[in-house]
C-alpha cells in the first residue's frame, strides 16, 4: 500500500541520457526518482531513505564511519526536511541525490540546494548537471542558492547559474545563513570542517574561506538557461 502511494503522489520517474567522460565505462542510463516534501510519506518509508542515504552521504563527507548515528540522524534533517528530493540508482545501486528546497521572494523563486552527494565514481560524469537542471526547470526557480566549503560545488554551481558577490550577499537570509560576513557564513558547520578527512579535502575545499573552522561559502545568482542568465 505504501509503495503505492508512493507511486500515485510523491514519485517521478524519468529515465536520463548520460552524458560525460563516463558513458563508454558506464551504463548509458540511471533512473531518477523524485520525493516532492517527504515529510508527507510514511514514517517507515522515510526510514527506508535514511538507511539508503546515510552511506553514501559519509561517502561524499569523507567520513570513517558511514553508519553512524550521527550522520544519519543529520541525512534525516536534510532529505525528509526538504521540499524535492530525488534520489539516483544505476541497476539498483544508489549512485546519488540532491535535496533541494523551494523559497519564494519578491516575486522570484530561488532554488535552495541543501544537500547533493554524488557516488566518487561517477564524479564529472555530468549526473549532477543533467539531474540540477531538470529539477530547477520543473520548480520554476528563477535562483540558484547554496552554501559549500568545497570548489568542485562552487564550480558546478556556476555552470548552472551567475553565481555572484551581489546576490549572495543581498539574499544570504534566505537560506539559513546564520552568521553573515558579506558572502561568508562564519561558523556554519559548528567551529569544523563539513568534510571529517580534512586532509584529503584540502585538495578541493575553498582557499578563501576558513573552511577548518566551519565557514562557508554563500553562493547565490540567477540561473542560466541555454547558456544564458535567467533575467526575468
Given amino acids: 500500500m505504501e509503495r503505492s502511494f508512493v507511486l500515485r503522489q510523491r514519485r517521478e520517474t524519468t529515465l536520463l541520457a548520460k552524458e560525460g567522460s563516463r558513458s563508454k565505462?558506464?551504463?548509458?542510463?540511471y533512473q531518477s526518482e523524485l520525493f516532492i516534501r517527504p515529510t508527507g510519506l510514511s514514517a517507515d518509508f522515510q526510514q527506508q531513505l535514511v538507511t539508503e542515504l546515510t552511506p553514501l552521504?559519509?561517502?561524499?563527507?569523507?567520513?570513517?564511519?558511514?553508519?553512524?548515528?550521527?550522520?544519519?540522524?543529520?541525512?534525516?534533517?536534510?532529505?525528509?526536511?526538504?521540499?524535492?528530493?530525488?534520489?539516483?540508482?544505476?541497476?539498483?545501486?544508489?549512485?546519488?541525490?540532491?535535496?533541494?528546497?523551494?523559497?519564494?521572494?519578491?516575486?522570484?523563486?530561488?532554488?535552495?540546494?541543501?544537500?547533493?552527494?554524488?557516488?566518487?565514481?561517477?564524479?564529472?560524469?555530468?549526473?549532477?548537471?543533467?539531474?540540477?537542471?531538470?529539477?530547477?526547470?520543473?520548480?520554476?526557480a528563477h535562483y540558484l542558492a547554496f552554501h559549500t566549503q568545497s570548489s568542485r560545488?562552487?564550480?558546478?554551481?556556476?555552470?548552472?547559474?551567475?553565481?555572484?558577490?551581489?546576490?549572495?550577499?543581498?539574499?544570504?537570509?534566505?537560506?539559513?545563513?546564520?552568521?553573515?560576513?558579506?558572502?561568508?557564513?562564519?561558523?556554519?558547520?559548528?567551529?569544523?570542517?563539513?568534510?571529517?578527512?580534512?586532509e584529503k579535502f584540502a585538495a578541493t575545499a575553498i582557499e578563501d574561506i576558513d573552511w577548518r573552522s566551519g565557514d562557508a561559502m554563500i553562493c547565490i545568482g540567477p540561473i542560466k538557461k541555454n547558456g544564458r542568465t535567467d533575467t526575468r
Fill in 25 to 29: 565505462d558506464k551504463a548509458g542510463q
Fill in 57 to 140: 552521504t559519509g561517502e561524499g563527507f569523507l567520513r570513517e564511519d558511514k553508519h553512524a548515528q550521527q550522520l544519519m540522524d543529520d541525512v534525516a534533517n536534510h532529505i525528509l526536511d526538504c521540499d524535492r528530493l530525488t534520489v539516483i540508482r544505476q541497476k539498483d545501486e544508489t549512485i546519488a541525490f540532491v535535496a533541494a528546497s523551494i523559497v519564494e521572494h519578491d516575486e522570484k523563486i530561488f532554488y535552495h540546494l541543501e544537500g547533493i552527494i554524488i557516488h566518487p565514481d561517477f564524479h564529472g560524469s555530468g549526473i549532477a548537471i543533467d539531474v540540477l537542471k531538470k529539477d530547477m526547470a520543473a520548480s520554476g
Fill in 153 to 198: 560545488m562552487l564550480g558546478l554551481g556556476k555552470k548552472l547559474a551567475d553565481i555572484n558577490p551581489q546576490d549572495s550577499a543581498r539574499f544570504a537570509g534566505l537560506i539559513g545563513t546564520c552568521n553573515q560576513v558579506g558572502v561568508i557564513d562564519k561558523g556554519r558547520y559548528g567551529g569544523h570542517s563539513l568534510y571529517e578527512d580534512e
